[in-house]
């Protein structure tokens, strides 16, 4: 089993030289990937307003900064930006990494963002299902063109020539997603709250997925500080390799490891366990 790491998302505000000083951290002490949430503002939990850097803007600079980490967004909303330009920038961080980029799309959620940056918020699958063909086409090489009711393209195509073909993942859980993507994907992923942060939920959930498996876990390093919600039967530490042995024996391939508290001693610790 694969195992990453999520750098901060909306945990608390992290500027980039702690930032980098995790992602590091996370490459030096043997960790597979790092992952960057895509999101740009929450409120209205009865917490502060939050929010994490952009992805893809950060993760082109963690890209220049790591050398053998697999990298990518976790995940990224199809919403915010062209399906043209996410393809692109997904080609350009694959090229600036050397060919370790995943690209991970889903649908977005968050309607609070939505709506503070105008972005729409109305049949979002309809909307994503129109822009995951279009990034799939041209990141394999296509001359893409096509006429839908959200997005239009024009014998598109990607230059520079990506290097290679980017690994697409996808994180979603309805019929309808999962029918859209599968065929065309090389991985899903499901958030630790969508199977209760339990093996058994995550084997329930991921049954005839066909496709590489990917699993977000929440942790709690020397009890947590309460970062992410204790009601989301987060695994202790001490506990963590038992249940990930077990994650891989229900189908897992790879973990992502969501830590509270998420700073570099964190992994440092958890690191300590596992490896």
Same mark, same amino acid.
Request: hydrophobic content about 45%; proline content about 5%.
């Given at each position: ?127 994503? $299902?129109?822009?995951?063909? &279009?990034?799939? /086409?041209?990141? +394999?090489?296509?001359? !893409? #063109?096509? %006429? *839908? ?54 084997? $329930?959930?991921?049954?005839? &997925?066909?496709? /590489?498996?990917? +699993?977000?876990?929440? !942790? #709690?390093? %020397? *009890? ?52």
């Amino acid at each position: 089993m694969e195992i990453g790491v999520q750098l901060p998302e909306v945990e608390r505000e992290v500027r980039w030289p702690e930032l980098l000083e995790i992602a590091r951290m996370v490459e030096a002490r043997g960790f597979d990937s790092l992952w960057l949430g895509d999101h740009m503002l929450y409120r209205g939990d009865g917490r502060s307003e939050r929010a994490p850097w952009d992805a893809w803007t950060t993760l082109a600079a963690l890209a220049a900064a790591t050398e053998r980490v697999k990298l990518g967004p976790l995940v990224a909303a199809t919403a915010f930006h062209g399906p043209g330009l996410i393809a692109r920038m997904a080609a350009a961080i694959d090229e600036i990494s050397g060919g370790r980029f995943v690209l991970s799309l889903g649908t977005g959620w968050n309607e609070t963002e939505f709506e503070a940056f105008g972005i729409p918020f109305d049949r979002k699958v309809s909307r994503f $299902e129109e822009a995951f063909e &279009i990034i799939r /086409r041209l990141l +394999a090489g296509e001359r !893409v #063109t096509f %006429d *839908g009711a959200f997005h239009t393209v024009r014998d598109a195509m990607l230059l520079p020539p990506p290097a290679r073909r980017v690994p697409l993942m996808v994180g979603g859980h309805g019929p309808r997603f999962l029918a859209a993507t599968l065929p065309h994907v090389d991985a899903w992923n499901t958030w630790y709250a969508w199977y209760g942060n339990t093996v058994e939920g995550f084997a $329930e959930l991921s049954a005839g &997925i066909g496709v /590489r498996k990917s +699993a977000c876990v929440l !942790v #709690t390093v %020397d *009890g947590g500080r309460g970062e992410r919600s204790a009601e989301d039967n987060p695994v202790p530490e001490e506990q963590l390799r038992e249940h990930l042995d077990a994650l891989a024996a229900a189908g897992a391939d790879e973990a992502i490891l969501v830590l509270d508290p998420i700073d570099a001693g964190a992994v440092g610790r958890v690191a300590d366990v596992l490896f």
